[in-house]
């Protein structure tokens, strides 16, 4: 059984910064490509990050880029998001999310992961 779960979210004020955590298990870890999103209620799940299955290449969205970094350890089967200089539109559930197929590049595309966890919540404060 795939689990995803997502660590690290919370209340923090506009310029402050997060390190979210995605501890995966039931699938091998290292040879899957990862990704972050992020929702608001009422809007569609919006793609913040992405990482191919070696780390050695990532994608942001344009409204992150210089922001947040997304990194990985293999070892410990773990996916993270560094989110800095935080602003209170980057509010809303942030779900980390594993591709289906192995040794992938990562995607944009929500439809592209089989996997996903069951979200932390961020919060932004002006």
């Known amino acids: 059984q795939v689990q995803l779960v997502e660590s690290g979210g919370g209340l923090v004020q506009a310029g402050g910064s997060l390190r979210l955590s995605c501890a995966a298990s039931g699938l091998t870890f290292s040879s899957r490509a990862m990704g972050w999103f992020r929702q608001v209620p009422g809007n569609e799940r919006e793609f913040v990050a992405t990482?191919?299955?070696?780390?050695?290449?990532?994608l942001y969205a344009d409204s992150v880029k210089g922001r947040f970094t997304i990194s990985r350890d293999n070892a410990l089967n773990t996916v993270y998001l560094q989110m800095n200089s935080l602003k209170p539109e980057d509010t809303a559930v942030y779900y980390c999310?594993?591709?289906?197929?192995?040794?992938?590049?990562?995607?944009?595309?929500?439809?592209?992961?089989?996997?996903w966890g069951q979200g932390t919540r961020v919060t932004v404060s002006p």
């Open positions: 990482i191919r299955w070696s780390g050695s290449s990532t």
């Open positions: 999310a594993a591709r289906q197929t192995s040794y992938t590049s990562g995607s944009s595309y929500f439809g592209d992961y089989a996997y």
